[in-house]
């Protein structure tokens, strides 16, 4: 990065004061009168109700609209292990886009606690705090049993960003990338660089919307993950290690029509493009240097759609597309979990945003004129995701999963009119944006 920018960004979270994040109060505190009510003795009476009825909390508390940003910093973006402290300003950017894009507030949380047992012991203590959990960078294989875990142990939604998120994220650009391809999940052969949090749930997404899992290769550190390799291969991998004579990912490139890097900055060499199927797709998502940069798949391969997790370059394809709006949803029905079916609804509702034209909302048009331009963006090379700053993505992902979590019934406080529901999104939160 140029030493202007690393400057910009230095600068960005020093000032005006250090860090991206304050608490504001949400209810007037000017006199005695307020104190006695939010104080003491006032919040006695909401202290009692509570221990009556737990779920009053939604009713008396910031509860319901408070979800925690949890990381051990074992796996922060593409840097690595560099530790909790120095995670702290990603998951307090996670938390400001909480906040700006779906009105959700949302603490930072930073454990020191590499061992799985005594995060997940940290994390379980906090359910009377927040209405959901969403895990960030922490790296595979752990990540896998303290999630697992912690959807055991608590009863409120537990949200591995980087798995989920980013799989929502991914499958909504692969099924609009697709589109313009020409091609279709069934026949496609996809090969990662990356086989950790990220790019297993990525493809395991992909997975359960029809791609075979015999037309997938994982690559990590060591190369491929094949059948008999002696560099460990963790459980969850285990369906996609083939007997294959492929041992790098310049030999699994070879015909492939999706490149989907989860792992490591420059790691796509430009030699590689040649080698790839007619029309490919690369989405090189590693963060902040991504697996090949836009500009070298463009000069090699014109025919390609190419991605980035940057918020520099066209077609986005990061979870800020997801994590504030599937967690909008599912707060506000007072979901148990974040299952598969509010997931596949996330991602549908994703993907079509791209094409659709301007509707009868003045306010919504203007606001898509000033993002796009005039003409209504359709679907297109430079267009395969919306923008994180696109207004329709609150209302329709966070009804859509909504939805989808009352029709699976795990909505504790359902919505009985979404079209109401949607509305109301938008009046309390379409000015913000
Ligand atoms: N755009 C987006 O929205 C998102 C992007 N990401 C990016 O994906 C990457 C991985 O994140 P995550 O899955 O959470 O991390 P994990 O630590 O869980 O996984 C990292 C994976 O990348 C592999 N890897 C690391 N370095 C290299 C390399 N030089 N060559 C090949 N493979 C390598 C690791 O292999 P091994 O285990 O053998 O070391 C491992 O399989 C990061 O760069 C992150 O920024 C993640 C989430 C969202
Ligand atoms: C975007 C993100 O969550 C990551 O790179 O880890
Ligand atoms: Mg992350």
Redesign the pocket.
């Known amino acids: 990065m140029d030493n202007d920018f690393r400057k910009k960004a230095l600068d960005y979270h020093r000032y005006p004061v250090p860090g991206k994040i304050s608490v504001i109060p949400s209810k007037p505190l000017a006199d005695r009168t307020d104190l006695s009510l939010a104080y003491t003795p006032g919040v006695a009476e909401a202290c009692n109700e509570i221990k009556v009825s737990p779920l009053a909390a939604y009713d008396y508390t910031g509860k319901g609209n408070l979800v925690a940003v949890i990381t051990n910093g074992t ?1 922060v ?2 840097l690595g292990d560099i530790g909790p402290l120095a995670g702290k300003p990603v998951m307090e950017g996670k938390a400001v886009l909480f906040q700006k894009f779906a009105g959700v507030n949302a603490f930072d949380i930073e454990v020191d606690a590499k061992d799985p047992q005594k995060f997940c012991d940290v994390v379980a203590a906090l359910e009377p705090t927040f209405g959901g959990i969403n895990l960030e ?1 922490i ?2 294989p752990e ?1 896998f049993a303290i999630e697992a875990q912690l959807k055991e142990r608590m009863n409120i939604p537990v949200f591995h960003d ?1 798995q989920h998120g ?1 799989a929502i ?1 991914v499958a909504a650009a692969v099924l609009n990338a697709l589109k313009l391809q020409g091609k279709k999940l069934p026949g496609i052969r996809l090969v990662t ?7 297993l749930a990525c493809v395991d997404m992909l997975v359960s919307l029809g791609l075979p899992v015999e037309n997938v290769i994982l ?4 190369g491929v993950i094949y059948q008999g390799r002696e560099a460990e291969i963790f459980p969850s991998l285990a369906r996609y290690a083939h007997q294959t004579a492929f041992r790098t990912l310049e030999d699994a490139i070879e015909g492939a029509d999706i490149f989907l890097g ?3 900055g420059g ?1 796509f060499k430009p030699s590689y493009l040649a080698r790839m199927a007619m029309q490919p797709i690369i989405l090189a ?3 902040p240097v991504p697996e090949i940069l836009p500009e070298l798949v463009h000069q090699n391969r014109p025919d390609a759609i190419v991605g980035t ?1 940057r918020s520099d370059y066209p077609n986005q ?3 800020v597309l997801c994590f504030p709006f599937i967690f909008r949803g599912a707060l506000d029905v007072g979901a148990t979990e974040i299952n598969i079916e509010m997931k596949h609804a996330a991602v549908y509702s994703i993907a079509d945003l791209t094409e659709q034209a301007y509707g009868d909302d003045e306010e919504e048009n203007q606001a898509l004129e000033k993002l796009y331009g005039k003409q209504v963006s359709v679907l297109a090379s430079d267009y395969i995701l919306p923008s994180p700053f696109d207004p329709r993505l609150l209302p329709r992902i966070a009804a859509a999963v909504a939805k989808a979590a009352m029709e699976t019934g795990v909505a504790q406080r359902p919505v009985h009119d979404l079209l109401q529901y949607q509305k109301n999104i938008k009046l309390s939160f379409g000015k913000t944006l």
């Open positions: 796996a973006l593409g960078d790296k595979a990540c980087d980013t994220v660089s990356g086989a950790g949090a990220a790019a690559t990590d550190i060591h989860l792992s490591a790691v998502m590693a963060n997790g394809v990061n979870n």
